[in-house]
């Protein structure tokens, strides 16, 4: 196993399993944990300086976010990503996230932390940084649009999201790209053009998805994204 996960400090007690689980998404989420790799609780628990137990937990709610897959036999490893995960997780986004956008932008939301996503990202170091505000970017607009539910339910597939995002620039580096989309899409709910942004939002999605992981026809003949 590699010794990605340096100069920690010392755990909190009362806060071991989140404290495991923080490290390990940011791990996982920046490339530094890649897809396949295996998770040994032994090991995890000896560079955190923890028992068993709470590296248990962490990898039993990130395999509940979609980061990690556990097998009776295999034992954890990091969610390896293709394209059907790929276009599952995003087909999902495509039926809510653009409807949250647009209600959002209906409310008079504040996209001040959307901004500010945009900002970090043009400033990101590496491509796990831009990942990483993207991912803080797609939340900013969400997060105001007025169903708990909703946003809740986008929450759940955001680290997902950034994980194939992850995995896609690594073949296909295509941030510049989308960070030019999203000043577009900002702009557009800063205008209050809820419909307008909403659809340049499903534009953005669907752009992603075909240029990172090309359509396929179905057995129908039918093109699948």
């Known amino acids: 196993m590699r010794a990605p996960l340096t100069g920690l400090a010392p755990v909190p007690v009362p806060s071991r399993t989140q404290y495991v689980m923080e490290h390990l998404t940011h791990a996982i989420l920046t490339g530094q944990l890649p897809p396949g790799q295996p998770l040994v609780e ?13 590296v248990r937990e962490a990898l039993k709610t990130l395999a ?34 653009p409807e949250a956008l647009r209600r959002a932008v209906t409310a008079e939301a504040d996209l001040a932390g959307a901004r500010a996503a945009l900002e970090r990202a043009d400033a990101a170091a590496d491509r796990a940084d831009r990942s990483l505000a993207n991912r803080d970017f797609h939340r900013a607009l969400y997060l105001s649009c007025g169903n708990p539910l909703l946003t809740r339910m986008l929450d759940d597939l955001r ?16 941030w510049e790209q ?26 953005h999605i669907e752009g992603f998805v075909r240029r990172a992981f090309p359509a396929v026809e179905n057995q129908e003949g039918q093109v699948q994204v």
């Open 64 to 97: 509940g976010r979609g980061l990690v897959v556990m097998s009776e036999y295999k034992g954890a490893t990091v969610r390896t990503v293709d394209a059907s995960m790929a276009r599952s997780v995003y087909d999902v986004r495509l039926l809510l996230e």
């Open 42 to 54: 032994t090991e995890l628990a000896a560079r955190f300086g923890v028992s068993k137990t709470p």
């Open 159 to 174: 680290d997902q999201a950034a994980l194939v995002s992850t995995v896609a620039w690594e073949a296909v580096p295509s």
């Open 178 to 203: 989308e960070a030019a989309e999203h000043r577009e899409i900002l702009a557009r709910a800063l205008d209050g053009d809820a419909d307008g942004a909403a659809r340049l939002l499903r534009d």
